[in-house]
């Protein structure tokens, strides 16, 4: 059980509005509400001049707020001193959540860039993963408007979960390697209108966060832990830029 608060007996899975505790209950909850709330989050996201930062924290929050209290608030904030991992797949460490989506929605406002890119820049906010839950289901809606704005759009329907998660890994794993552009391009195609999308995404296969792998939570502290956070980074050989403009990209 992903319990990264240490607390799942006494406040439920990931302190939940209910405190509940059946992880069945709280995948079917999570979905509804994503459902339930979609059309607010387009209309949100429709309405931003330029999508930024807080944008994406705040899709979140329109989307889970009412199940988790924590809703559009980075792991920074929420759990500054921990690890988030999936199997041997670290995601970045909490200070750079927003650096690492930042990377990804910079290079998307770009239109020639995310037609080129489209999943080099999903790759980074996947690897940012600014949230306990509802990563996923965020930078889809996210990505779907940046696609949007430049006149193409993703056919997700055609795509198979399994193939596209296993590119996405190898995404996290090697931002070099293009796994994931490689992935998407045969299912890019003429922009979508946003109503179409909005039926379409409603009942795309794989959104209600079952049959996935489970994250896993460690302290920074365990010497092991950082070891092998540290050791993942290398292996990625991709360093974020940093805002004030003493780093540029590059490779490590």
Known sequence: M???FGDYVTR???????????LEIIKIAEH???RAQLPRALDFLAQCKRIEYSDFLEVHRIL????YPWAGQDRHIVLPDRSISKGEVFFCHPKDCQRAVEEGLSLAQNKKQIAIKPGFI????????PFLDGNGRTMLLVHAELCFRADMSINWIATEKTDYLEALTLEIENPHSGALDQYLFPFIGKKMHREDWLECISTLPGLDGSDRGEDSSAGYADPKVAENYQAFERRRGYKLSRKNGSKKIKSA
């Open 64 to 67: 889970f707020s009412a199940l």
């Open 32 to 34: 509804e509400l994503f």
């Open 12 to 22: 439920g899975y990931l302190r939940n509005t209910a405190s509940e505790k059946d």
């Open 122 to 129: 999903m790759g980074m906010f996947a690897f940012g993963h």
């Open 2 to 4: 992903f319990d990264p």
